[in-house]
T-cell receptor, first 111, second 117 residues
Framework: GESVGLHLPTLSVQEGDNSIINCAYS??????FIWYKQESGKGPQFIID?????DKRQGQRVTVLLNKTVKHLSLQIAATQPGDSAVYFC??????????FGTGTSLTVIP | GAGVSQTPSNKVTEKGKYVELRCDPI?????LYWYRQSLGQGPEFLIY????????DSGLPNDRFFAVRPEGSVSTLKIQRTERGDSAVYLC???????????????FGPGTRLTVL
């Protein structure tokens, strides 16, 4: 099966600082990647996605970087806010349309 | 409805019992996904429907698990002879079209927390 993992299980940042969450994936054939945010008691919420033919994509306060050479994905959150506190998952699409999620990184924003 | 809904929100059952978990996707969404999430883990893919048919059920752990979507909207995940290891949050997601090349956003429901005693 696929293997998607995260380098750090927890991350604490000061409010207003930038956050970087990393993810390693194993399938070099994966063509599509997504970052999700999950708050306690809720389902994952889409943040941003990127296709494998891109190396960077920006959204509102978030940027995803894809390095296919080392099979690494990162999520950058600018000016982190208390509302950003949650668990963040990366997910990759396998063959067909299955999505494989990493273990998750718990982000805590310190006011 | 406004989003994906799942019922019940919590289900407690005894080992060996049969359970059904329901998912109501966003109206008009043709793709529907079931995932299982254990504590401290990311969601684990179970099955994906395109319309009424199961396009990929490779994630179902064994033949005790079965899912249907008879009219292409509501889906039911059925678990027979439940085991303690089945305890988890079962998540449902839907997207507009889905498909292997699709980048349609998957919208998740809040999940059903299943506890098998």
């Amino acid at each position: 099966g696929e293997s998607v993992g995260l380098h750090l299980p927890t991350l604490s940042v000061q409010e207003g600082d930038n956050s970087i969450i990393n993810c390693a994936y194993s399938n070099s054939a994966s063509d599509y990647f997504i970052w999700y945010k999950q708050e306690s008691g809720k389902g994952p919420q889409f943040i941003i996605d990127i296709r494998s033919n891109m190396d960077k994509r920006q959204g509102q306060r978030v940027t995803v970087l894809l390095n296919k050479t080392v099979k690494h994905l990162s999520l950058q959150i600018a000016a982190t806010q208390p509302g950003d506190s949650a668990v963040y998952f990366c997910a990759e699409r396998g063959s067909g349309n299955q999505f494989y999620f990493g273990t998750g990184t718990s982000l805590t924003v310190i006011p | 409805g406004a989003g994906v809904s799942q019922t019940p929100s919590n289900k407690v059952t005894e080992k060996g019992k049969y359970v059904e978990l329901r998912c109501d996707p966003i109206s008009g969404h043709t793709a529907l996904y079931w995932y299982r999430q254990s504590l401290g883990q990311g969601p684990e893919f179970l099955i994906y429907f395109q319309g009424t048919g199961a396009a990929d059920d490779s994630g179902l752990p064994n033949d005790r698990f079965f899912a249907v979507r008879p009219e292409g909207s509501v889906s039911t995940l059925k678990i027979q002879r439940t085991e303690r290891g089945d305890s988890a949050v079962y998540l449902c997601a839907s997207s507009l079209f889905g498909g292997p090349s699709s980048t349609d956003t998957q919208y998740f429901g809040p999940g059903t927390r299943l506890t098998v005693l």
